[in-house]
């Protein structure tokens, strides 16, 4: 009998389903990832008029972006790990780039819900409309600034093998992520930090974001922010994949 | 895919696996037959899972040589992958997916046209249709066992691997798990288990080979052991009940020292 390799994207497809259906149903992760992310939109309604509507949409789809990318790909990377869940489909024959690659998808998937969730209660509740080629130009941004959180987030479990220590690593991150990122950006804790925080990958995600939201004023300050948001996904990315280990025990 | 009967279908040569500088596994060689159970046995740390892990390619080994089913793991390890079934130590499953949805995720992994007949019948087989739709973290661990088995065999593989299966198992589903592993021997799969249990090995396993600090120091069928030591002062020395089993054996070969 002749042994034969099973069709790849039958495999993949299968992948996926379990792995949309496993987010689906994670959903403190997604209430963390799209709720918070829409609370920040309605709540800071009353800032449109002084900072614009590029500045509070902007501000909160990155929010969502860090949320997915720590709470969403992180701590569930971490978790799965721990429990063996990586080494038991790594087993099975289908290329080991599958298992992140769908996970990654599924994450895409997630930071497309999270910018048609922001556009339209944006436009809902705080009237906020942007032309065709500020919802498209956002949309593409959204998955670069995507990119960068989902490499940061690699990193992390990358660096720490320990899924309680991802999880509150995290956390602290995203924490750390939305009070530096939204105060500071204000100028809450001075001019340094707040030049810190515009170049940081909080502040460059912010920028280009903003920025992609009104094409006719995209300027330098913007462009260097998308290099900036790319090289920060590149290198993250880079580490994540270097140090990262498919099993909390080592192998 | 090697279809005579008593064929090789696992050939492990010369193995050796290292963490750092520690040898966890050294110059291992031992095969596994169709038809056959075998039995990897050893105390905590004496190189099992590594071995098995080789085996499955999670870890690339130093040196050596697995085949399966006649394909090197290293260099053609989808189709060896593709010839092997694996149940491993940890019941490792999304605990948010449904026995319903985990079944039809690996059988879409494996490529196996799953009807909605052959699906009820392998939830019949493993006693599981009442509660196809319950979550994979809200069953028992007996229960959790049956599902990573059927699993393992879900695309009728010559190999079956399977990491302490029984472990933290009740007797009952000690037993009926040992039925379910005889039965994949009757159908011509070979089966390769490690187990800290000696009764479990002398039940079910035709040959075992003892490892102790990664190096095999004994292979053969368990009765044949218990006659080939049974005179060995340091198996006598184990010996509880005056009788030889195949623990005093295992025993009087590994130590009396308790292993981390």
């Known amino acids: 009998m002749e042994t034969k390799i099973p069709r790849t994207s039958e495999a993949f497809r299968s992948l996926m389903r379990a792995d949309f259906t496993t987010q689906w149903r994670n959903r403190r992760s997604v209430m963390m990832s799209l709720l918070v992310p829409l609370i920040i939109l309605i709540s800071w309604k009353g800032l449109i008029d002084k900072f614009g509507g590029a500045f509070v949409f902007s501000i909160s789809l990155t929010i969502g972006l860090v949320s997915i990318g720590m709470m969403g790909y992180a701590i569930s990377v971490a978790r799965d790990r721990d429990k063996g869940i990586f080494q038991r489909l790594r087993v099975t024959p289908m290329p080991t780039s599958f298992i992140m690659i769908s996970r990654l998808m599924v994450q895409l998937g997630m930071i497309a819900l999270l910018t048609l969730g922001v556009f339209i209660i944006g436009y809902e509740v705080d009237k906020i409309s942007l032309t065709p080629a500020g919802y498209v130009l956002t949309f593409v941004t959204a998955f670069l600034g995507g990119a960068l959180y989902l490499g940061f987030g690699q990193m992390i479990v990358g660096l720490i093998k320990n899924a309680e220590t991802v999880n509150s690593t995290t956390r602290l991150v995203y924490i750390a992520f939305i009070m530096l990122g939204m105060f500071g950006e204000l100028g809450a804790f001075g001019t340094e930090l707040k030049n810190i925080i515009h170049w940081s990958p909080f502040g460059t995600v912010k920028t280009m974001l903003a920025s992609a939201m009104q ?24 580490l994540g994949i270097k140090w990262f280990k498919w099993s909390s025990a080592g192998a | 895919m090697i279809d005579q009967p008593g064929a090789s279908i696992l050939q492990v040569e010369n193995l050796n696996v290292f963490y750092g500088t520690f040898q966890a596994v050294s110059n291992v060689t031992f095969n596994v037959k169709s038809g056959e159970i075998f039995g990897l046995l050893g105390p905590n740390g004496a190189g099992k899972t590594s071995t098995l892990s080789a085996v499955e390619g999670l870890l690339s080994p130093e040196s050596g040589e697995i085949s399966v089913a006649g394909f090197n793991i290293s260099k053609q390890p989808l189709l060896a992958k593709a010839n092997m079934g694996v149940q491993l130590q940890a019941t490792s499953f999304q605990p948010e997916l449904t026995i319903t949805e985990i079944i039809k995720l690996y059988a879409g992994i494996y490529g196996v046209d799953l009807s909605v ?23 028992s661990g007996g229960q959790q066992q049956r599902v990573s088995l059927v699993i393992s065999t879900i695309h009728d593989p010559v190999l079956v691997l399977l990491d302490e299966p029984t472990s933290g198992l009740d007797p009952q589903s000690r037993r009926q798990l040992w039925e379910r592993i005889e039965a994949i021997r009757e159908k011509g799969h070979g089966v390769l288990l490690t187990t800290h249990s000696m009764e479990e090995a002398e039940a079910v396993c035709d040959r075992i080979a003892i490892i102790d600090h990664g190096k095999v120091i004994a292979t053969n069928t368990p009765q044949a052991l218990i006659d080939l030591h049974k005179n060995d002062p340091d198996v006598i020395n184990a010996s509880r009940k005056g009788k030889i089993t195949l623990e005093d054996v295992f025993i009087g070969l590994t130590g009396k020292t308790v292993r981390a």
Do not use: H
């Open chain 2, 117 to 139: 007949d052959r699906l009820n019948s392998i939830l019949q087989n493993i006693k599981l249709e009442e509660a196809a739709s319950k979550r994979f973290g809200q069953l």
């Open chain 1, 215 to 238: 094409p006719a004023i995209w300027n330098y300050d913007a462009t260097i922010a998308l290099v900036a948001t790319v090289a920060y996904a590149l290198v993250f990315s880079f």
